[in-house]
């Protein structure tokens, strides 16, 4: 015989205000099985929690249905305490009246009988639950991480710090990322390359930490604890040993014409080349769309130069494969195509730039030497106007629906620094709202007005356009209610950011979850934010959403300490609920083992007796329980009902259907 | 082939040259442009406000005499292409003014938007295709030529998806198959403030005049439009700054047509 | 009709939700018109969120709007200014007397040249 207790939360007025909690209660104590029926204020409060371990113990409960918050939330809580007094954890049923009922309802007589029915529904399913004991499964005490920008060099450095192997997998040429890039940062503007590249250089020195540069992730198996990827290591053509970054073949090479990309394609370079004077690690690579002697077979000079005989025109893609407790994404972002937004002249002028190419303008080992040129005729610009949101807080279709947060602040920066750097240039900058929260950010933006003499317009440009030489920027003063005509020799676009669109790929193959507009989905927005709902998953920088160096690196740390909490444990306990087949019922289709994206489920002979001595050997499905996730593809894809799912079989869901379905 | 042919008001008076180079540069090319029964003026402007229908029902009934002729209505003057494809858009996408105007239509079988407006240079672009005109071409327009594209053929762009509202390319490369050299300049997709003619005098002098420097300073020898109004608008108030044409009359010129 | 009615009646009939602009300005910043008109095209957006109808239905820029779609087509919010500047216009010339074309305004105007189109579309945006 069942013995039930229930136990309704009042979450303070949260679920009271609109839940008659009392009345709940009460009703729940004729419910057939239930020996033991409470309310409380604060259920996930140490009282609530006594309370329900003493009633588990006084009224002997064999299944209890807390009706409170969100399973996410306390499901863990109250499968503690029933643990604490003698009840198997499993044995808990969680009814949601607060997510599911009191908050998205006004009315207390309707939502008090809808909280009636998520309990009763919750008591239906507990009395078919069984008890269920969680496995373990091994760690392996090493961690990747993807991304080789200061979200992945920070988590690498903090991980590796604490003594755990990391493997940072970088798609480009060098590690460093969108920073290396950066001429200075706010708001102290110290230079961006002497704030990374020693960091940069702390990764390739550090024993624990093995960088896998020009490589791409092509798939990964396994779960939390021990993940199983496949790292392709793409062809450089330059043997990475050997290589001593001497520049010779770069010199050398006849193929000069290939756009820049860490210049922003402002310049050229050789086909074969170090993407930037720090590059980590400094050795060459060879575009082969631009190589005369990949696309021809005829030079070969640059293998002629090298003195240690690094060049190796026949290298080929190859793969690696490693185990993995925890993996960091730290994928980036990039600035959005501007051919939506034509109105701004990006594509026929080409003193329309955008401020990454602009940050590229002002560094130092940028095409310019950081002599502050126009790109159309190498003259310096005396007048500049910045246009930002291009692109950003656009719900049209255009752009993107949402802030970038980082523009108002680095387009302030250029601003101040230009016009300390070429004070005679005169700086306009148009923006809907300056957008500033942060630790000295405000009074940094204010000093581009008040030391600098920045000129802030308050409107929006409608129209960018080339007359008798110069750039015409048209928009609107909306403090003046006037309709201005700058005359400018540079425009700079603040572009919105996106996610590097790679992420797409590699959330696939992690099975994490990913917004409508490509970023990562953290497990919870205020709580779980460096988290991925996918179990050993982190998320670290742009991946997850628009944010700027000093939280990056926040974000990277915290990262870090969440994979060392997880990677310093030796065994972590396995989910029960996982899937399991009735042998007798499988007919060896091999339906659920193509649907279970978690490669969980594989196909064994096994030997049945028929009766009369005979036996007969048949295929069946075997779920390893260890990678089994529990997310029930397979069950409701198996034909012959043969796959059922330990704590959410079909019994105990269609308990809960009739009674909901039960007036 | 044959295609059923919308002309509109002005097509049939102040801008007949428009019309008769465009049947005859048609002819030339294959096209026969069947000039549809019974046409009611489409009133030169769409009517934005969702209440109106009475003043939508003439560019129903030239849609729904297309769908029962061949599915395509071919439009060339400007307006009439504007006002006829977005009441279309209308009448495909929004239930209440397509069930408002099948109630007053009362057709056989209610209108849904189920033709397709063509104007006359999405006609020459994938009916015919520049290639062909190219190859067509027996006296070769060798001057240098600003496209106007002015407001109505561009916007709104989602309806009308006639071309990159900002930076379009159809009439370069009308220009181009022509033998011409097209010259692109800033204001090409700004209005030209036509519109307003009777209010305001003012205003398409200076638009006009805008549009015409701007081609101009971009080494634009002559303009052409498919808008009788910016026709008429740049001509009068651009005071011969630069000769403005019909688009069919270069065309017809190129193609050696006899008028 | 009050105040209210008004306010009701523009929304309506301009099919665009005023509510959504983030008041950046890009339609003014872009409206060939703008010099001629008393209130600008954000203007009217931000007086129809404001319920001002007054100031709304005496503005002379109805007469000077070109219907370009100008500000139809960069406004980053999907909001149609010129849709709530036909939508007042629209108000006004309805009610009786409005009309801001008439007959006897015309001859004197009219050269040789001026396509019927324009005689048209005059009528059918300034009368009722």
């Known amino acids: 015989m069942q013995r039930i207790g229930v136990f309704i939360c009042w979450c303070g007025s949260n679920i009271a205000a609109t839940v008659d909690v009392e009345r709940v209660a009460e009703i729940m104590k004729s419910e057939p099985g239930v020996v033991y029926s409470a309310n409380y204020q604060y259920m996930c409060s140490e009282n609530g929690q006594q309370l329900i371990k003493q009633a588990i113990k006084e009224h002997n409960l064999t299944g209890i249905v807390v009706g409170a918050c969100s399973p996410r939330m306390h499901e863990a809580t109250f499968r503690k305490a029933a643990e604490a007094a003698g009840l198997n954890p499993y044995m808990v049923e969680i009814a949601n009246i607060r997510e599911h009922c009191s908050w998205i309802h006004k009315d207390m007589e309707e939502a008090t009988e809808k909280a009636v029915v998520l309990v009763r529904t919750a008591i239906a399913k507990v009395k078919l639950n069984a008890p269920l004991t969680a496995g373990e499964s091994p760690v392996v005490k090493r961690a990747l991480v993807i991304g080789g920008g200061i979200a992945g060099i920070q988590a690498a450095l903090d991980i590796a710090d604490a003594g755990f192997e990391v493997d940072i997998v970088e798609k480009n040429a060098t590690i460093g990322g969108r920073m290396a890039q950066l001429d200075k940062t706010f708001p102290t503007l110290d230079c961006s390359a002497c704030i990374l590249t020693p960091k940069m250089v702390d990764c390739a020195q550090h024993e624990k930490i093995d960088i896998l540069s020009y490589s791409e992730i092509e798939d990964v198996k396994g779960f939390v604890g021990n993940f199983s990827v496949t790292i392709r290591k793409k062809a450089r053509y330059v043997d990475e040993t050997k290589c001593t970054g001497c520049k010779i073949c770069m010199e050398k090479c006849p193929s000069k014409k290939g756009l820049n990309t860490f210049n922003m394609g402002l310049n050229t370079r050789p086909a074969i080349h170090i993407p930037f004077a720090q590059a980590i690690p400094n050795v060459a690579v060879i575009d082969p769309e631009q190589c005369i002697k990949l696309k021809t077979g005829k030079c070969g000079i640059c293998q002629k130069f090298c003195g240690v005989g690094a060049i190796d025109y026949e290298q080929k893609d190859t793969f690696i494969e490693r185990q993995y407790g925890a993996i960091v994404v730290a994928t980036g972002f990039k600035p959005i195509s501007l051919e939506s937004f034509n109105e701004y002249g990006y594509d026929d002028n080409k003193d329309v730039i955008t401020s990454l190419e602009l940050e590229r303008l002002m560094n130092a080992a940028g095409p310019t030497n950081g002599v502050l040129l126009r790109p159309s005729d190498g003259e310096h610009p005396k007048v500049i106007t910045f246009i930002q949101c291009v692109g950003s807080r656009d719900t049209s279709g255009c752009g993107k629906p949402y802030c970038s947060k980082v523009c108002c602040m680095y387009t302030a920066k250029h601003a101040m620094l230009i016009r300390e750097k070429y004070p005679d240039t005169e700086v306009h900058v148009f923006y809907i709202d300056v957008r500033t929260p942060g630790k000295n950010y405000d009074e940094f933006f204010r000093r581009a007005v008040e030391q600098y003499g920045v000129d802030y317009i308050k409107g929006m440009v409608g129209k960018v356009y080339n007359e008798n030489g110069k750039l015409m920027v048209q928009g609107s003063n909306l403090i003046d209610n006037e309709q201005v005509t700058i005359e400018s020799d540079l425009v700079v676009l603040a572009a919105a950011i996106e996610p590097e669109p790679s992420v797409r790929k590699i959330a696939t193959l992690l099975t994490a979850s990913i917004d409508t507009n490509n970023f990562l989905t953290e497990s919870h927005a205020k709580l779980r934010p460096v988290e991925s709902p996918t179990a050993g998953v982190y998320l670290a920088g742009m991946c997850q959403g628009p944010k700027d160096i000093p939280e990056t690196v926040s974000q990277a740390s915290a990262c870090a300490a969440k994979v060392i909490g997880l990677l310093v444990k030796d065994k972590l306990k396995t989910n029960p609920c996982v899937a399991t087949p009735d042998e007798m019922m499988c007919n060896g289709c091999s339906q659920c083992a193509n649907v279970c994206a978690y490669g969980a489920i594989t196909y064994i002979d096994k030997e049945f007796r028929l009766g009369g001595g005979k036996t007969e050997v048949r295929r069946v499905a075997s779920v390893n329980p260890a990678v089994c996730q529990g997310c029930g593809a397979c069950t409701v894809t198996c034909p012959s009902g043969a796959m059922d799912l330990k704590g959410f079989s079909s019994k105990q869901i269609m308990s809960e259907v009739e009674a909901i379905c039960k007036k | ?259 | 009709m009050t105040k209210e009615e008004y306010v009701e009646t523009i929304n309506r009939i301009s099919g665009t939700d005023v509510r959504k602009c983030m008041k950046c300005g890009k339609c003014s910043g872009r409206c060939p018109a703008f010099k001629d008109m008393d209130i600008k095209p954000h203007q009217f957006v931000s007086l129809l969120v404001k319920g001002d109808v007054d100031a709304l239905l005496e503005s002379k820029a109805i007469w000077h709007c070109l219907s370009c779609m100008a500000c139809v087509e960069r406004c980053p919010r999907g909001v149609a200014p010129a849709a709530v500047v036909e939508a007042v216009r629209d108000t006004v010339v309805r009610m009786q007397g409005n009309n801001g074309v008439k007959a006897e305004d015309i001859p004197p105007v009219v050269d040789e040249l001026i396509p019927q189109q324009l005689l048209v579309s005059a009528y059918r945006k300034y009368n009722k």
């Open chain 2, 1 to 259: 082939m044959k295609i059923s042919y919308y002309p509109g008001c002005t097509l049939k008076t102040k801008a007949k040259d428009l019309d008769v180079t465009a049947r005859l540069c048609a002819k030339a090319l294959g096209v026969e442009m069947e000039e549809i029964e019974n046409w009611q003026c489409c009133g030169a402007v769409y009517p934005m406000a969702t209440d109106e229908i009475a003043t939508k029902l003439s560019a129903v009934r030239a849609l729904d005499h297309a769908k029962h002729n061949g599915g395509k209505l071919l439009t060339l003057c400007s307006a009439c292409h504007n006002v006829i494809k977005r009441t279309n858009e209308d009448m495909k996408t929004n239930d209440d003014i397509r069930f408002r105007a099948n109630n007053y239509l009362q057709l056989d079988e209610p209108y849904g938007g189920e033709a397709e407006v063509l104007h006359y240079l999405e006609m020459l672009k994938t009916v015919v295709g520049f290639d062909n005109i190219k190859k067509a071409v027996v006296n070769p327009v060798k001057r240098k030529i600003g496209a106007y594209y002015g407001c109505l053929l561009l916007r709104p762009s989602g309806v009308m998806a006639f071309d990159n509202p900002e930076n379009p390319t159809i009439i370069e490369d009308f220009i181009r198959a022509i033998g011409g050299t097209p010259v692109i300049y800033p204001f090409r997709n700004e209005c030209c403030g036509a519109y307003v003619s009777l209010k305001n005098s003012d205003l398409p002098k200076q638009k006009s005049k805008k549009v015409l420097m701007s081609a101009k300073e971009k080494g634009a020898e002559e303009i052409i439009t498919a808008c009788p109004l910016c026709l008429y608008n740049l001509q009068v108030n651009g005071e011969g700054t630069l000769p403005v044409k019909y688009f069919t009359e270069l065309l017809a010129e190129a193609l050696g047509v006899q008028v």
